[in-house]
Each structure stands twice: as C-alpha cells, then as structure tokens.
C-alpha cells in the first residue's frame, strides 16, 4: 500500500511541476515527463533557477507599447501625441486638424511648415513645440534671424 501512495504521490508532483512550468511560461508536458524521468523536486527546482518567460514576454509587450520622446528622452506610451514631461508635440503640423478660419493649404518657409490665418497670424511646430506669431515678419526673424 506505501509503494500505491508513494507513486501517486509522485504523479501528483509531476502534474505540479507541469502546472509550475505552465505558470513560467515553459511547456506543461514536457516538464512533467521530465520530473516523472527524473525527479519532481529536482525538475520543480530547475524550473524555479531559470528565468520566467511568462514575465520576459510581459515586459517585452510594455517596451513594445512605449517609446521615447526625442526631446527630453523620457519614455511615454506608443499612443501618446504629447510628451507629459516636456509638451513635445509628435503630431506634425498637417496631421492636425486646422483651426477654424484657417486657410486649408500649409506653406513652407525654410524647411518650416507653417499655417496662415485669414488675419494673419501665423502657427507652426518647430521641433515637436507649437508657436504662434503675429505676423509674417515676426514668423520669418524667429525662423530666419539673418534675413532681413
């Protein structure tokens, strides 16, 4: 009767470390015919020493739903449009909707795309920051400082 409860015993300890193995990430059936082979303890133990793959798969979905803000370098969600450390702003300027009153053509003043209001502000994204002006002139001193 010991040998009956002892190797049930040990089947149920097999089937532990296959729910173990399962639980890390590894394959459930394998890891029970390996503890059954050579032991359940020893199999439950190796198992523990190696790293969890359930949690590395976990932390590589994270970094793959992050990335990082070309401004200040800190590291935001994948969806975000602005940086919440910096303001930076990862939407150009022709991805965003238009103000109201807003010409729908954008222009280009040295590599700067800018949007030209009917009483003529002007807005533009420099480097990720939203900046507005007053007029042209001051658009092209800030843009262009040599210019004249």
């Known amino acids: 009767m010991a040998v009956m409860e002892f190797i049930a015993l040990y089947f149920l300890l097999a089937i532990a470390v296959g729910m173990l193995a399962q639980k890390r990430g590894r394959n459930s059936a394998q890891w029970?015919?390996?503890?059954?082979?050579?032991?359940?303890?020893?199999?439950?133990?190796?198992?523990?020493?190696?790293?969890?793959?359930?949690?590395?798969?976990?932390?590589?979905?994270?970094?793959?739903?992050?990335?990082?803000?070309?401004q200040c370098a800190e590291t935001i969600r994948k969806e975000a449009v602005v940086c919440r450390y910096c303001g930076y702003n990862f939407m150009s300027i022709e991805q965003r909707p238009l103000p109201t009153g807003a010409r729908h053509d954008t222009r280009t003043y040295r590599g700067v795309i800018y949007v030209m209001y009917p009483d003529g502000r002007i807005a533009a994204t420099i480097a990720g920051r939203d900046y507005n002006w007053n007029d042209f002139d001051e658009?092209?001193?800030?843009?262009d400082p040599q210019a004249k």
């Open 32 to 70: 029970f015919f390996i503890s059954i082979l050579v032991s359940p303890l020893i199999s439950a133990i190796f198992i523990l020493v190696q790293p969890d793959l359930a949690e590395v798969a976990r932390s590589r979905q994270n970094e793959a739903d992050l990335k990082k803000c070309p």
């Open 139 to 143: 658009f092209k001193a800030f843009v």
